[in-house]
């Protein structure tokens, strides 16, 4: 039959957990061949409540199993966002090669008598790879000095130093921390509060090192709701230096993750080497509780792995997906299709693909085009190039979209690369576009929910030149 149920929104190769409320993603970490992904989980509804730790592993970054709940809330609050860590050397004493998730304890019952200083910093810990954790008994370890919003540690060994840094987002700005045994923490220093966006309040940072050409370069990332560049929650950056105390930006400016609507809260996996691969919560808080789906609610963006380029002297962050999504993906139809005619349709290669694919595109970056994704229900959701230098994703035609007023919008991203050849890739995954364009340099993710999927395309160009290469793979999907 036609009819959609609220199953089939649900994401076939990202991660959402079968049933129930999920927001950010969590204590990413790998460990012994495994990648842990950890969440906020609500697991009595369909809406955010008191926060658990929900919990799945992963060999591959795509075929998700789910775990028993790792953290529960306690006396002293419920579990909000933080990190993991494998803890080496032993400095906690927990055990060597120990793994310590260190996250915010938020109290409600503090919050209710309006003190306003009832979250602090807590860890706990497993010796069976993740399978149990137990809470520390000194919990908290970072007790409030007085701050509202004061939470989603992020830690990391520097090694330097020899000594932890937890980034913590604290209100308007971050602050750092250091320990040597991740239960005494020390302050460092702050940054932000007179620098990058400040529409909303600051959550879920991240500090991490990138080489490029030899160069450590270092990221923060900082989450901000509302306040993003089309409206409600994003993910800024800035480039710098730290050295164990303080972070110094390239510029007081801020730079954007993404720039579609959802993609929140992301941060970086802990324990993968130079590596840096990055996994956002698929949603944002202007609308997260109201969309259409039943059963479940909330995902995650595919797993990105993050780089650093050069532009103009600036350096700007890349992400550009995981090369383990190589293992899924098919060509299908003409493996290369070069397009001079102004209307090219291409329905048939992708009718029975059920809006599950993935499209890559090389183009003159002095014409405009549009790649228009429908269904036989007049639903459209189209996504584009303007030559005067955007990409845009235009969700207002795309589905249901009445839960929320700023929902049915076009959304608009700059084209960074100055390259005269561009370059994009669309992956689509039931009710979800993610655009990484010119090598990763802009990013954009958005979600969309049509009424059935999206098995029509069509590209559009704006004029006479050829879009020189159209390639279009089918990605293998969740049993
Ligand atoms: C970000 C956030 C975090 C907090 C968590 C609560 O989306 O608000 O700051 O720890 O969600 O679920």
């Known amino acids: ?3 959609l149920s609220a199953q089939d929104f649900r994401p076939k190769f990202h991660f959402s957990p079968k049933a129930h409320w999920m927001n950010d993603p969590n204590g990413m970490i790998y460990h012994n061949g495994i990648y842990h992904l950890f969440y906020q989980y609500y697991p009595n509804d369909t809406k955010w409540g008191p926060m658990h730790w929900g919990h799945a592993t992963s060999k591959d ?6 775990k028993p709940i790792a953290l529960y809330p306690d006396s002293l609050g ?5 990190s993991a860590v494998v803890d080496e050397n032993n400095t906690a004493g927990f055990g060597k090669n120990a793994m310590v998730a260190i996250f915010t304890h938020h109290n409600a019952e503090i919050e209710k008598a309006k003190t306003g200083f009832y979250e602090y910093q807590s860890i ?19 007790p409030n000095p007085g701050i509202t919003d004061f939470r989603d540690p992020k830690v990391m060994w520097f090694e330097k130093d020899k000594k932890w840094i937890m980034t913590l987002a604290t209100k308007d700005r971050v602050t750092f921390y250091s320990s040597t045994n991740l239960k005494e923490w020390k302050k460092e220093s702050e940054f932000g509060n007179n620098i990058g966006a400040h529409g909303g309040v600051w959550e879920c940072p ?15 990332l900082v989450s901000i709701n509302p306040g993003g560049p089309n409206g409600g929650s994003a993910t800024q950056y800035f480039t710098g230096s730290f050295n164990g105390e303080t972070f110094i930006p ?9 720039y579609g609507t959802d993609n929140y809260a992301g941060i970086t996996w802990s324990n993968t080497g130079k590596r840096k691969i990055f996994i956002g919560w698929m949603n944002n808080w202007q609308y997260a509780d109201l969309v259409p789906t039943k059963e479940w609610r909330g995902a995650t963006t595919l797993p990105r792995e993050l780089g650093l380029t050069k532009v103009k002297d600036e350096f700007y962050l890349t992400s550009t997906p995981v090369k383990e999504m190589l293992a899924l993906i098919k060509p299908v139809g003409k493996t290369k299709i070069l397009s001079t005619e102004k209307n090219l349709n291409l329905s048939e ?21 549009s790649i228009n994704l429908s269904n036989n229900k007049g639903e459209k959701l189209i996504v584009g190039y303007d030559k005067l230098g955007n990409y845009f994703i235009d969700r207002t035609k795309a589905g249901i979209s009445n839960f929320e007023k700023g929902f049915a919008r076009k959304h608009i991203a700059p084209r960074i690369s100055k390259s005269k050849v561009g370059k994009i890739t669309i992956v689509l995954d039931a009710a979800s576009l993610e655009l990484f364009a010119d090598e990763g340099l802009t990013s954009m993710t958005d ?3 049509p009424k059935s999927p999206l098995s029509k395309l069509e590209i559009i160009k704006g004029g006479k030149k050829p879009i020189t290469e159209i390639a279009i793979s089918s990605i293998s999907v969740r049993k």
């Open 447 to 449: 979600t969309f929910f």
């Open 250 to 258: 390239d510029s007081d400016r801020q730079k954007w993750v993404d």
């Open 1 to 3: 039959t036609n009819k």
């Open 124 to 142: 706990a810990y497993s010796t069976d790879n993740g399978d149990t954790w137990t809470k520390y008994k000194g919990n908290p370890v970072l």
């Open 206 to 220: 991240d500090l991490f090192p990138l080489e490029v050409n030899g160069e450590t370069k270092w990221v923060l």
């Open 61 to 66: 970054l795509f075929n998700w199993k789910e």
């Open 349 to 369: 290669t992708v009718k029975s693909l059920k809006g599950c694919f993935k499209l890559s595109l090389t183009f003159d970056a002095s014409e405009s085009f």
């Open 78 to 82: 419920m579990i909000f966002s933080g």
